[in-house]
């Protein structure tokens, strides 16, 4: 009868413990399953939200970069007009992010952070009145005076006396209606039946 007691109770502690790894098993399993469904969800949640903080700090940048832009203009005016276009650029990008805002994705919000930085950089050198372009005057002599024929001394000299004299004339004559032109001497109007 001691054998039968002590394997009843091997018995017992066999099954106890076979039910136990069973449970903890299933455990497990579960505890993967839920961990494999919970982990995409949040870091889906979480991406979501680092990305709408992202459109948010764009849509904040872009305001502060027009502001800059429309309230500190360069005393070179070549400096304003090209700040002057950079504010026209920033603006139509507001205007886009403002009708586009739900339907930017992730590329879109790097591709115009990108274009924000160099727009930045670009008014940082202006507000330190440094365009990025040059004036060239372009000297025209070289070629014009080529084409241009040589005027002898004596008719430019004839020709600069009467110039002279036809500006020192200070009365001007008008000139007569044309009725009174056709009145003249020697013109008698013609009768019927000549």
Do not use: C, H
Request: glycine share 4%; proline share 5%; hydrophobic share 45%.
């Amino acid at each position: 009868m001691a054998k039968q007691g002590i394997k009843l109770s091997a018995n017992f502690k066999r099954d106890y413990v076979a039910a136990t790894a069973i449970v903890l098993f299933f455990l497990i399993v579960i505890g993967e399953v839920v961990l494999a469904i919970s982990i995409p969800a949040y870091l889906s949640r979480e991406s979501a939200m680092a990305f709408e903080v992202r459109r948010i700090k764009l849509l904040s940048a872009f305001d502060n970069a027009r502001n800059t832009a429309s309230r500190r203009i360069p005393s070179d005016p070549t400096a304003a007009a090209e700040m002057k276009l950079l504010g026209w650029e920033l603006d139509n990008l507001a205007m886009y992010l403002r009708a586009n805002r739900t339907r930017i994705d992730s590329d879109e919000v790097a591709a115009l952070q990108k274009a924000l930085d160099e727009i930045r950089a670009l008014l940082g050198q202006l507000q330190r009145n440094r365009p990025f372009s040059q004036e060239y005057r372009l000297d025209t002599r070289v070629y014009l005076d080529a084409m241009i024929p040589e005027v002898p001394a004596e008719f430019a000299e004839t020709a600069g006396k009467a110039a002279a004299k036809s500006r020192a004339k200070t009365p001007v004559k008008k000139a007569a209606p044309p009725a009174a032109k056709k009145s003249g001497k020697g013109v008698s109007p013609r009768k019927k039946g000549q």
